[in-house]
């Protein structure tokens, strides 16, 4: 297997593995179809899609792979590691970029199945009230839940919510969530490779990936813009908490609130250590 821990979720080794291999890839496709009930595929073409100028040259941290089945079903799987607002609202558009497809004479009930795979490292549901890794929306009546139309599928699968158990007990989803997680130990990963024909392909892909100059070349630029995104978006995260904090003392300076209390709002407002929100209090005071 790989000579070093190799991050799955790289856009490059990702690319490698799913992108050239249909076997691999209508595997991890199945894996969401056999969880919800629905039809298998055997068969996808991949779609050579338009790229939008802003997605040349790394400039943002999407891979996705498109495809279609002999049926029509159309799969978009995208792989996002940083965490991006509007995570639900982004994929619904890309769905309805891929669905809305209809030629000049074509009715609508012509319109395939689409459906997008979005594999997060990061939790897009808050944990507490949404504790399963896996989710699948479709459009739905919000009093009755009649189906309007079973064309539309989005699943997200969150890694971090992944949780270890005994390989014997996983299903097809777990496995392919332990083979992403970094959190899975070597040892487990030959056992679900030896139980999985799949995934263990994906894995002896890897093994050549990493022995490819121009191959992991590519993959250090992209662990590289990784984490130049997530240190930019931690900065700005940061940057905003400043602000909010600066605005919060302020206001309750100008409504003539004893300092010491405004030090004990903004460490329970901000989870601030009590010295830490003592500095930023005495620092705008």
Known sequence: MTAFRINRTNDAVFKAVFAKHPKITIALINAFFEFQGTELIADIEFIDREIDADEYEGKESRLDILGRTASGTKVNIEMQVNSLAAMGERSVYYWARNYADLKRGEEYDQLNRTVAINILGFN????????DMHSCFGIYDVKTGCQLTDKLEIHFLELLKFKVKNVKEMNRMEKWAAYFSPTTSEEE?????????????????EDVFTKDEVAKRSYEKAEKFRRDQAAQLKYAEKKGEEKGIKAMILTLKELNVDKDI??????????LQSNVAKGYVETNW
């Open 124 to 131: 897009l549901f808050d944990v507490e009230k949404y504790s």
């Open 189 to 205: 990963l030959e056992k679900i490779a030896a139980s999985d024909e799949a995934i263990k392909e994906a894995m002896e892909v």
């Open 262 to 271: 405004v030090i004990d709002k903004i460490s329970t407002h901000f989870h």
